[in-house]
């Protein structure tokens, strides 16, 4: 399906002393509070913890969707401090596929149109080549015979499926997926889970926050954070101590 890429870089993510505030009336609250860790290419990672203590603001500070108070983002080799709005975008649609948990397929246009917007905005492949691959991605996650509905006309798990096709379809080296089975009855989420491994074989490198206590279990490595700070990041298999969150 793909290919693993040559890359100058050992870490697809290092995320360094970061710190992020916001300001709330008069005062500040501090959000991540000197988080650091690394994420070697083609590794799977789930981020773990209980709600509210800052695995999403983690995930938008990876994701250039937000910015840190302090400390440093790097990844794809890339300091994302040091890229100004403008191309942040251009790197973000370039190297990251994002995957949300209420999917964030635009409704008036149908699949295959959702899959081929990302190209599109990147100017990547010609108008034929990007009708074609997105036709390819959606066979990939089975959705083929849906490409012409609009989002609406299918279930959940099936925009999921759709949504997962566009996030692939500039074929960058990171996913990144925020709860994005948290919104899957059990079966549907463990098929978009073996998905995810599919294509962490095949070559990406994939976080994933998730509070499916199971699922995070099936992922190589977990990475807690409690109150803003890494509580735990451990390799899960034989001889783990890790007992979930």
């Known amino acids: ?125 010609s108008s034929k080549e990007r009708r074609e691959r997105a036709m390819h991605l959606l066979d990939i996650v089975g959705l083929a015979d849906q490409a012409a509905k609009l989002p609406s006309m299918v279930s959940g798990g099936q925009q999921q499926r759709a949504a997962i096709a566009r996030a692939l379809a500039n074929d960058p080296p990171l996913l990144v997926g925020d709860e994005p089975t948290g919104n899957l009855d059990e079966r549907t989420a463990f098929d978009v889970f073996d998905l995810f491994q599919r294509l962490v074989d095949e070559g990406k490198s994939m976080l994933m926050v998730t509070h499916d206590k199971e699922l995070a279990h099936r992922v190589p490595r977990v990475v807690e954070i409690t109150n803003g700070k890494i509580t735990r990041d451990e390799y899960v298999g034989a001889g783990s101590s890790w007992t979930g969150y």
């Open 1 to 125: 399906m793909f290919g693993k890429k040559e890359v100058e870089y050992e870490y697809i993510v290092q995320v360094k002393d970061v710190v992020k505030s916001f300001k709330v009336g008069d005062g500040e609250v501090t959000i991540l509070k000197g988080i650091s860790f690394d994420v070697k290419n083609g590794e799977f990672v789930s981020i773990v913890g209980p709600s509210g203590n800052g695995k999403s603001t983690l995930l938008n500070m990876i994701t250039g969707i937000d910015r840190p108070s302090g400390g440093d983002v790097i990844v794809t080799g890339r300091n994302l401090n040091k890229m100004s709005e403008n191309q942040m975008a251009a790197w973000r649609g370039e190297h990251v596929g994002i995957i949300f948990q209420f999917f964030q397929m635009l409704p008036a246009l149908s699949l295959l149109q959702n899959v081929i917007l990302p190209m599109d905005f990147a100017n990547k492949y």
